[in-house]
């Protein structure tokens, strides 16, 4: 199965920071990474697929990029509604899928 | 609007076998195009795929639970049932169920059931 790797686990920022959340696969997946948002006690929710497509509705700071193994999600200027856990998800292998352990971005 | 709705017992023994429901609506478990998904998330942990099951009533599991797993569907309730035999402790978790298309090119998960806590304690 294929591995996929967060960093950092967790990260502190401060509003209006931009932030970096990288995402490592074990194998090449091509372009075939999600992303997700969690808040505490909610489901996630889908950010961006095919890598770098943003989700309908979903602000245009947030920015995917990457191919291969290596991916990043970068926000470019954080809002209070930003700080969450994020995920990243493999579908290359689909239909068994893998996600990232999540990096948690909190308040500094 | 497509919405999915998580069921089940919030509590079960060691041993015993979970089953739980996830009650679709805004889409059609026959369409062609989607199917619908288990995930599980252990308090705290990261998210852990289970299984899907498809239009044409494929179905495919995480290989490492593949022995517990069932996953069926009813399609006049508009209904995806999971059922995990020999619950842990370990089992306890957050169990959501996604729609997923079938293409597999756009192989992610939108939208989410508002999950369902499951604790197995004794």
């Known amino acids: 199965a294929i591995r996929m790797t967060q960093s950092p686990s967790s990260l502190s920022a401060s509003t209006g920071d931009r932030v970096t959340i990288t995402c490592r696969a074990s194998?090449?997946?091509?372009?075939?990474l999600a992303w997700y948002q969690q808040k505490p006690g909610k489901a996630p929710k889908l950010l961006m697929y095919?890598?770098?497509t943003l989700q309908s509705g979903v602000p245009s700071r947030f920015r995917g990029s990457g191919s291969g193994t290596d991916f990043t999600l970068t926000i470019s200027s954080l809002q209070s509604e930003d700080f969450a856990t994020y995920f990243c998800?493999?579908?290359?292998?689909?239909?068994?899928?893998?996600f990232g352990q999540g990096t948690r971005l909190e308040i500094k | 609007q497509v919405t999915l709705k998580e069921s089940g017992p919030a509590l079960v023994k060691p041993t015993e076998t979970l089953t739980l429901t996830c009650t679709v609506s805004?889409?059609?478990?026959?369409?062609?195009?989607?199917?619908v998904t288990w995930i599980r998330q252990p308090p705290g942990k990261a998210l852990e795929w289970l299984a899907h099951?498809?239009?044409?009533?494929?179905?495919s599991y995480n290989t490492s639970l593949k022995n517990r797993l069932t996953v069926s569907k009813d399609i006049s309730k508009s209904q995806v049932v999971l059922t995990m035999t020999n619950m842990d402790p370990v089992d306890t978790a957050t169990y959501y169920c996604?729609?997923?298309?079938?293409?597999?090119?756009?192989?992610?998960?939108?939208?989410w059931g508002q999950g369902t806590l499951v604790t197995v304690s004794s």
């Open positions: 996604a729609r997923i298309p079938v293409v597999a090119a756009e192989g992610w998960f939108d939208p």
């Open positions: 805004g889409f059609s478990l026959s369409n062609a195009g989607m199917g």
């Open positions: 099951i498809f239009p044409n009533d494929e179905k």
């Open positions: 194998q090449g997946i091509s372009s075939y």
């Open positions: 095919a890598a770098s």
């Open positions: 998800q493999q579908y290359y292998t689909y239909p068994a899928i893998t």
